[in-house]
């Protein structure tokens, strides 16, 4: 099947499909300012919940470790976000917890905070008549997206065994970090246990410290409105990696067409190097277009930041004098190349 | 003016069923070439081939629900608008949409005549629609049928974008099997 025999296909779709979408955005209109999607629970009910969450803070707080909870070494083992060890060294194990009046627990686990990226584990626990599974999939889907064999489906899984399917989602916030993009990655241990693992990155490094909360909606498969509890977070970052800073020049700093090379730097990161190279753009109208980078001698992919104005390769090692960065284009077509070389001394 | 009113219009082969048809709906149909195109004068080209693809479609057509009549029009008629801009004029946007849908295509090229009717590919996106949530068609059916970008969903989900990039390569990987399930030039 070919892309234009897929689009044409999707003109056939059902209006009731095309409505979902359109439904979803007069839902979401008239909210008042300041609403998100999320109502809040009623003031009398919060306060009792409060009290309890209190009590029960303390109380998982103490057991968490104990209780052998994942944290975010474990859950990204294997995966292509695995902490390196420059990082896992200043990952930071969390406290606060609450336990939902809805008949599930959550608990902060583990937080990183290297300065550009932010990782933090917050799991989540059921009853025994609930089985957990993340927001994004649903009864259909089969049994081994929480990690079980069998061809069921979790639906068919769940009707067997006389339970109910428990959606769970996390995100996080903070004042001073734009968590737009933030990514989740959740890992099942058992039926109703799930750590989900949130992340974010910047390119550049953000303040020292951080103060935020990490919210956990959880809600019955077929419900709209989750339970929803928040936990507080502070972060404070991992220093910056000590040692000099090698200087990279660019031999011809126009050679790629709308840009203007200066100066770059490597300097030591947690996960080996980190290349930067700043550039300021001469032809916005050619530099829409420009959408990656490559390095054939380190054999990298890199960032093209046109946000910050900065190219960023991390590199794991440090043992080159020179480098050709290509700039390609939204077609992958090399539109220019700068060499940049070692200043020594 | 009703929808039932400006069918009557077109049936009545007055011009003034094009007039309130973009009174009504311009800004719609205009909102769903952009999303495509992302260029002001090829979106605008696209909604008034719109106009005229209605005006000769209806009579002897009678739309159901006139809003996603047009809105199926516009958005083939951006997509064939796009196939033919050169590549300083291709969005990027819409290209990672289109490179995402490759991922749940089957591959038809190396059999060919195993190619299934449109409307066999068709039945089986709506069986497929039909299995997922409501959250979740409204999502599939944003990026992949309004081309709405992915910060615009995740706003309206109330999800980060990498949610919902994340719930979108499931639900693709999910249609890619079906498709190849049903024998779908695999």
């Not at chain 2, 190396?110 to 979740?136: K, V």
């Amino acid at each position: 099947m070919t892309i234009s025999e897929f689009n044409k296909a999707m003109n056939g779709i059902d209006d009731r499909f095309l409505s979902a979408w359109e439904e979803r955005q007069k839902k979401i209109a008239p909210l008042p300012e300041g609403k998100g999607k999320y109502e809040a629970r009623p003031g009398h009910r919060r306060l009792w919940v409060l009290v309890l969450a209190a009590c029960l803070v303390i109380a998982m707080a103490l057991t968490a470790y104990a209780a052998n909870f994942m944290g975010i070494r474990e859950a990204m083992t294997g995966t292509l976000k695995q902490v390196s060890p420059g990082e896992a060294a200043y990952i930071t194990p969390e406290t606060a917890a609450a336990e939902s009046d809805a008949g599930w627990s959550c608990a902060l686990t583990e937080s990183l905070y290297t300065g550009e990226k932010i990782m933090l584990s917050v799991t989540i626990r059921a009853g025994e008549d609930y089985i957990l599974i993340p927001a994004y999939i649903n009864g259909s889907y089969p049994v081994g997206e929480i990690g079980l064999s069998g061809n069921e489906t979790l639906q068919e899984y769940a009707d067997r065994l006389g339970k109910t399917l428990l959606k769970a989602e996390a995100s996080m916030d903070f004042t001073d970090w734009d968590v737009n993009g933030q990514g989740i990655f959740p890992r099942s241990n058992g039926t109703n246990e799930l750590t989900l693992i949130l992340s974010s990155e910047h390119t550049l490094r953000g303040p020292e410290t951080l103060t935020g909360t990490c919210t956990v909606y959880v809600w019955p498969l077929g419900q709209e409105e989750p339970t929803i509890e928040t936990l507080p977070l502070s972060l404070t970052a991992a220093p910056e990696p000590e040692g000099d800073k090698q200087i990279f020049h660019p031999v011809v700093s126009d050679s790629v067409p709308g840009m203007l090379f200066q100066d770059g730097t490597l300097s030591k990161s947690l996960s080996g190097y980190r290349l930067q190279l700043p550039f300021t753009v001469t032809d916005k109208g050619l530099v829409d277009d420009y959408l990656k980078t490559y390095c054939e001698e380190l054999d990298l992919w890199g960032l093209l930041d046109k946000s910050t104005g900065n190219v960023f390769y991390d590199i794991p090692t440090n043992d080159f004098g020179q480098a050709t960065i290509q700039i390609r284009n939204s077609d992958s077509e090399v539109v220019g190349t700068v060499w940049i070389v070692e200043q020594i001394g | 003016m009703e929808d039932n009113a400006i069918v009557a219009l077109y049936f009545a082969r007055s011009e003034q069923a094009i007039r309130e048809t973009g009174k009504k709906y311009g800004a719609y149909l205009n909102t769903i070439a952009e999303n495509i195109l992302h260029r002001h004068e090829d979106a605008e080209e696209a909604v008034n081939d719109t106009y005229l693809a209605a005006w000769n479609t209806i009579p002897p057509t009678r739309p159901r629900v006139l809003r996603h009549f047009l809105s199926r029009i516009v958005r083939n008629q951006s997509f064939t608008r796009y196939s033919y801009l050169t590549a300083a004029k291709r969005s990027a946007e819409t290209d990672i949409l289109l490179s995402e849908i490759e991922d749940c295509l089957p591959d038809g090229r190396q059999n060919p005549a195993q190619r299934m009717e449109q409307r066999e590919i068709t039945r089986n996106i709506n069986a497929f629609l039909g299995s997922l949530s409501r959250e979740e068609q409204g999502i599939f059916a944003a990026r992949y049928f309004y081309a709405v970008p992915l910060e615009q969903i995740a706003e309206t989900y109330g999800n980060s974008v990498r949610q919902i990039q994340y719930r979108l390569q499931k639900m693709r990987s999910s249609l890619r099997k079906r498709l190849e399930q049903e024998g779908i030039a695999v």
